[in-house]
């Protein structure tokens, strides 16, 4: 394939347009920010609700446990609706135009252009829900220690993230967010000092969720910056117009579809 | 160079070609900022890249604004490889003359 992104063209070669445009494409990162927003929320309400549950149940208290278990299955029954329902695609995609309203749209999903995910990897979203609900109830039910909580995250949330990228053809800015996340739970199994203390146990989970996602956010949206400068540039100097001297294409093209006389 | 496809010869259809090739579908608010076109001359050769077959354009509301997205078609995409294969024998062609 010539127009193939992954051929190595020479500086100045006009088939470096399909690289960068790919990569711009692939980098603009304001969607993601607005749906990480909403998954730090949720999670933090599943953090809070299973604290909660957790206290409930030591102290024996049977309606502030119910209660709990109630607001931790409809936090987690949120994130699934905002995952799948049409409103909150709507919704992401229009304050996603807004913030680059002068940039236009432009997408690429690789060899998938319908962009739906096929159903074992909707179905795996469906088990990362199910997974943390599983270990948020473990720690509840003191099966498992809040120390692993992070972890016990990161087991399948590092594969699962990768899976995401590898199919949507994401920029090298999502490998971040999953490869970090799986470092800190090694880096906390290691002992490492980066642990919060129990009094803030939950950000032990939060906060490389937070930072490591805010970061490989920002990063992509500054290489965006750079992809779509540099798709600019090429684009209009390695195709230079014509010469203004010269004939242009379509001038020469009427030409040539003239009969002449004589 | 009789033999080139003169509709994807001239420079701004060859940008628009060349970046339709890269993504999935832009719309046209993205091509006028990065080919630098006026918006009555990208009209203008979206029509004649639609006309030669080689984009869709599909034309939506999002409430009452109107917004159209353009997508290589695939004999678009094989018309623009064909276009880089000529080139390149012409260029190949030339280098060894010299």
Do not use: C
């Not at chain 1, 730090?40 to 209660?67: C, D, N, R, Y």
């Amino acid at each position: 394939m010539t127009t193939s992104a992954k051929n190595q063209y020479q500086a100045g070669d006009p088939r470096q347009i399909v690289r960068w445009a790919r990569r711009y494409a692939q980098s603009r990162t304001i969607s993601f920010l607005v749906q990480w927003v909403f998954i730090v929320v949720m999670v933090m309400g599943i953090g809070l609700a299973a604290s909660l549950t957790q206290a409930a149940h030591q102290e024996g208290k049977t309606a502030t446990f119910a209660l709990s278990v109630i607001f931790m299955f409809l936090a987690a029954l949120a994130l699934v609706w905002f995952s799948v329902s049409r409103w909150s695609g709507e919704l992401v995609f229009s304050i996603t135009n807004w913030l680059y309203g002068r940039e236009g749209y432009v997408s690429y999903s690789g060899n998938h252009p319908d962009k739906s995910l096929p159903l074992w990897l909707t179905g795996l979203g469906g088990g990362l829900l199910a997974y943390h609900l599983l270990g948020a109830l473990l720690i509840s039910f003191n099966y498992m220690h809040i120390k692993y909580m992070q972890p016990w995250s990161a087991a399948y949330m590092t594969p699962y993230l990768i899976l995401m990228v590898v199919y949507q053809r994401l920029g090298f800015w999502a490998w971040l967010w999953p490869v970090l996340y799986g470092l800190h739970a090694i880096a906390l199994m290691l002992g490492l000092p980066i642990r919060f203390g129990w009094e803030l146990e939950l950000f032990n989970i939060i906060a490389p969720i937070f930072t490591y996602g805010l970061i490989a956010i920002l990063i992509g949206h500054a290489y965006s910056r750079y992809a779509l400068w540099k798709l600019k540039s090429l684009t209009q100097t390695t195709i230079p117009e014509y010469d203004e001297a010269a004939p242009d294409g379509d001038q020469e093209e009427e030409r040539a579809e003239t009969p002449t006389n004589g | 160079m009789d033999d080139l496809d003169r509709t994807i010869h001239e420079p701004a259809r060859l940008r628009i070609l060349t970046l339709l090739s890269g993504v999935d579908e832009a719309d046209f608010s993205f091509l006028l900022n990065t080919v630098g076109l006026t918006k009555g001359n990208l009209s203008s050769h979206m029509d004649k890249l639609e006309k030669a077959g080689y984009v869709t354009i599909v034309k939506t509301f999002n409430g009452r604004i109107p917004h159209t997205d353009f997508r290589l078609t695939p004999e678009g995409r094989s018309a623009l490889e064909k276009y880089w294969e000529e080139l390149d024998a012409i260029r190949a062609m030339h280098d060894a003359r010299e």
